[in-house]
């Protein structure tokens, strides 16, 4: 019942969303059949490993039709090329170092590495965005990563150097077993250095859309750093980035010799002082949560009862928790505008809002905009402008509902 998928403890209940269909699960037609599943959160009191209750199949969520595609935000391309400079500089000392990236999705980042020349070997389970990253002249191989691909690619193209993931950990249910991969694959000085959404941003600011099926885990510095001591690695540095809500990047060195830096106790004890390292830190969140939700379906209403149409903004993976928890349709909100080619003329899982291209957005220019990509916000904001001046508002609701 409930174990920890890493130290297999009992765990407890953090929070409960009820059926839930896949974030990405974008349809075509209403008619589709739709999988549902119970999407609840757990907390490991052993290893303080934050995870999914229920995780459906890996295929029923990255396959042929992967929705999600990197570079549909500049912003985003930014961060990657930073990333993929700071990568440079960890093997920029190295001879002939050969860069391996987990889930390298269009290629945004790994694109920069095979730019200069560098060694590399991107693995990505999508084949339709490994097709894009291939194009972009990235070796990719299309497989999930474990200790058996591990094996195979350290025999095929020797140890790595560095081996980087940027979201993706999160959604590797057999971690255990991807550590060990770690440890097959990389040179005995080698770094893992990986990004994903950090745990202390989400509770801080009550952000639980980043909840859903493909992020198994919820890392902070203390589950990384027990995740890492269990595998015979070592926590060295954490740097935090403010993309996707707030994420935090873990360098992570192969032995346990080296002294962490002074980032990591800083982090540890912010993350003690809202108290994630025990049960008790995530009651206020569950509480936040749920006062979210009813004052953004009480905004919404009294929107919608003055006539006034509204709209979302970025038919995002992590709206599909908040409009499934709170049961927002499409009778508040007409459309979701959004710039991905894949999604657009597609229904919203679930809550089957219709999602149309953003021209539609700008004939209409509603009064009422709904911010689903609000980790975009000021992307966004720079964007629309025009819509803003002349009178069109924007509702958030991270920390707390707001229409500006
Ligand atoms: P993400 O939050 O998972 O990055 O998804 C953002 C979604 O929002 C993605 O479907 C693309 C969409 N989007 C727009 O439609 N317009 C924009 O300007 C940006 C930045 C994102």
Known sequence: MDKCKICKTQTKPVISFGKMPIANGFISSLNADEFFYDLKVLFCPNCFMVQLGQIPRPEMMFGETYAYISSTSSAMADHFKQQADEIIRLVSKRKDPFVVELGCNDGIMLKHIAEKGINHLGIEPANNVADLAKKTGVRVLTEFFDQKSAQKIARAHGPADVICASNTLLSIENLNSAFEGFNILLRDNGLLFFEDPYLFDIVSLSSFDQIYDEHIYYFSGHSVRELAKRHGMKLVKMNHQDVHGGSMCYYIKKGTAGRPSAQVAKWLKKEKGLKLDRITGYKRFKRNVD???????????????????????????????????????????????????????????????????????????????????????????????????????????FPKVTIE
């Open 291 to 397: 006062n979210i939700c009813r004052n953004l379906k009480n905004t919404l209403k009294k929107i919608k009862s003055g006539n006034n149409q509204i709209v979302g903004y970025g038919a995002t993976s992590k709206s599909t928790t908040l409009l499934n928890y709170t049961r927002i349709g499409p009778k508040t909100i007409d459309y979701i505008s959004d710039n991905t080619p894949t999604k657009i003329g597609k229904f919203t899982p679930g809550m089957h809002i219709p999602i149309k291209a953003h021209s539609q957005f700008t004939k209409d220019s509603p009064p009422f905009t709904v911010l689903f990509a609000w980790n975009h916000k000021k992307e966004i904001f720079q964007k629309e402008k025009d819509y803003r001046k002349k009178g069109g508002k924007f509702i958030t609701y």
